[in-house]
């Protein structure tokens, strides 16, 4: 029984009428075919054409009036860029790798991914395709799929986590066997595709699949050594199983702020914990959404880092692991060193450097929250500056990945207490960030260095720097409020 497949008018019919004008067949194929079999929206489609694709596509986008960019001149491959209301869509054309359809689709790497369209709209799918999407399950056409193309064995696990499927075995072998073989991609599609996964739900169990394809030790080498790091109580299991308790406990916090049931499969905090959560914090949802979802230069969201900072808060403690005469392991200065460590690899992997100094920066700082939870008292505004001072907007995922690590740490023997004071903190902090960011996080400056230099006769040089700071800090603690107060408080400096 034929199959039809239902993909959107515009622009297919536009394409079509060009390939016929230049006397080519051309087909939808791959992805667009797959995510319309699965009712999934479409913004970019991938078409095989018998000859002259870069010729079809500079067609395509001076008739759609669009950008026409050559991917591979060799492969005869081109992409067009439509930018209409909404997401801008990208068409990729790409000449027949064969002879003819059936070969071209035999040289492409998951069977859900080797079908077609045909002119009249229905499926061709040598491969079994269609069956194996309605099984929910991820197979490779054939066992040269990842000698071609190395990154397929990270494509499959990023499939596997967009598309909720399962690896079939044999595929799944096939990868283990050749996991050294990652090294042969570019860190930047590696980057890319590690990014995907990391945006993707049930982050934890991912990176499991990660390692247990032997994949990724390829991507960040450094986890290797936590899964021999043991820890002294209050932690219950070694660094790696830790780092994917706090992995999966930082997806659940975004999730429960923003509304949502946790389903996490490996924090194992107890339920009222998440309660706490969302009644302390549920009004910073939205605010909390929004700044996640904002984009750093490099295109990745902020909640894509974050979940990556998580995934390497600890990395320096096998580096700084001592024992006392007790036999309780101390890792002091961990952050430091992971941080250190965490900006390496993020380069090697040509993120961008905003986005490697945010990712140092929650590292770095993610012990921060509990100091300031031990403290007596409330946390007073003078804290709240020096916070954000040293994190800046990093200062909202530091918090939350704290949220996270405390929550991994103790599971079902978390201490409610405890939990009341590291929530009481987390209130504070966001609160100043996101309702009240002129009082202690950013105030509007009273003075300026100019100020300094024309009242108190100073001259330009670090000195008007370390003052005007001074008074930043002052004003934020509310001791200060005005230009007089500000000018009389480097007097008093300056005696």
């Known amino acids: 029984m034929s199959v039809q497949v239902n993909l959107?008018?515009?622009?297919?019919?536009?394409?079509?009428?060009?390939?016929?004008?230049?006397?080519?067949?051309v087909w939808p194929v791959g992805g667009v075919v797959r995510d319309a079999l699965l009712g999934r929206p479409i913004h970019d489609w991938d078409f095989a054409v018998e000859r002259d694709a870069m010729g079809l596509a500079r067609a395509v986008a001076k008739t759609l009036r669009g950008a026409f960019y050559p991917l591979d001149r060799e492969r005869d491959t081109g992409r067009v860029v439509l930018r209409r209301e909404g997401p801008r869509m990208e068409l990729d054309f790409a000449a027949l790798r064969g002879?003819?359809?059936?070969?071209?689709?035999?040289?492409?790497?998951?069977?859900?991914?080797?079908?077609?369209?045909?002119?009249?709209?229905?499926?061709?799918?040598?491969?079994?395709?269609?069956?194996?999407?309605?099984?929910?399950?991820?197979?490779?056409?054939?066992?040269?799929?990842?000698?071609d193309d190395p990154l397929r064995m990270l494509r499959a696990v990023r499939l596997v986590a967009e598309l909720d499927l399962r690896l079939e075995a044999r595929t799944a072998a096939w990868i283990i066997r050749?996991?050294?073989?990652?090294?042969?991609?570019?860190?930047?599609?590696?980057r890319d595709e590690f990014a995907r996964i990391l945006a993707a739900p049930a982050v934890a169990s991912h990176l499991h699949m990660l390692d247990e394809l032997g994949l990724l030790t390829g991507i960040v080498p450094e986890v290797e050594?936590?899964?021999?790091?043991?820890?002294?109580?209050?932690?219950?299991?070694?660094?790696?199983?830790?780092?994917?308790?706090?992995?999966?406990?930082?997806?659940?916090?975004?999730?429960?702020?923003?509304?949502?049931?946790?389903?996490?499969?490996?924090?194992?905090?107890?339920?009222?914990?998440?309660d706490d959560l969302a009644r302390a914090l549920r009004r910073f949802g939205p605010a909390l959404t929004n700044h996640l979802q904002m984009?750093?230069?490099?295109?990745?969201?902020?909640?894509?880092?974050?979940?990556?900072?998580?995934?390497?808060?600890?990395?320096?403690?096998?580096?700084?692991?001592?024992?006392?005469?007790?036999?309780?392991?101390?890792?002091?200065?961990?952050?430091?060193?992971?941080?250190?460590?965490?900006?390496?690899?993020?380069?090697?992997?040509?993120?961008?450097?905003?986005?490697?100094?945010?990712?140092?920066?929650?590292?770095?700082?993610?012990?921060?929250?509990?100091?300031?939870?031990?403290?007596?008292?409330?946390?007073?505004?003078?804290?709240?500056?020096?916070?954000?001072?040293?994190?800046?907007s990093g200062g909202v995922e530091v918090m939350l990945l704290s949220m996270a690590d405390h929550l991994a740490t103790w599971g079902p023997n978390l201490e409610p207490d405890r939990w009341a004071r590291r929530l009481a903190v987390g209130e504070t902090l966001l609160s100043h960030y996101f309702e009240q960011r002129q009082e202690a996080v950013a105030p509007i400056p009273l003075i300026a260095g100019r100020d300094l230099m024309a009242e108190l006769g100073l001259k330009e040089g670090p000195q008007v720097g370390r003052l005007l700071e001074a008074v930043r800090e002052a004003q934020a603690a509310g001791e200060i409020c005005t230009r007089e107060e500000a000018l009389a408080l480097v007097r008093r400096l300056l005696a």
């Open 8 to 25: 959107p008018e515009w622009p297919l019919e536009r394409v079509r009428a060009l390939a016929a004008e230049r006397n080519v067949q």
């Open 99 to 147: 002879p003819d359809l059936e070969a071209d689709l035999r040289g492409r790497d998951f069977t859900l991914n080797g079908m077609a369209a045909g002119p009249d709209g229905r499926l061709i799918d040598p491969h079994g395709g269609l069956a194996d999407l309605q099984a929910r399950l991820l197979r490779a056409i054939g066992e040269t799929t990842f000698d």
């Open 178 to 190: 050749r996991a050294s073989t990652l090294c042969r991609a570019s860190p930047e599609r590696v």
């Open 225 to 274: 050594p936590l899964k021999e790091q043991a820890q002294s109580p209050p932690h219950r299991f070694d660094v790696w199983w830790h780092t994917l308790l706090v992995v999966d406990a930082a997806e659940g916090v975004v999730r429960t702020l923003a509304g949502k049931r946790s389903y996490l499969d490996y924090a194992d905090a107890p339920e009222r914990a998440w």
């Open 295 to 392: 984009q750093l230069r490099g295109g990745r969201t902020r909640r894509v880092l974050f979940l990556l900072a998580a995934l390497c808060h600890d990395l320096g403690k096998p580096l700084t692991c001592t024992e006392d005469e007790e036999g309780h392991l101390h890792f002091y200065g961990h952050e430091r060193v992971g941080a250190r460590m965490t900006a390496e690899r993020m380069r090697q992997l040509r993120f961008s450097r905003a986005e490697v100094e945010r990712v140092r920066t929650v590292v770095q700082a993610h012990l921060r929250p509990g100091h300031l939870s031990r403290l007596q008292g409330p946390v007073t505004r003078r804290a709240v500056y020096r916070f954000f001072r040293a994190t800046g």
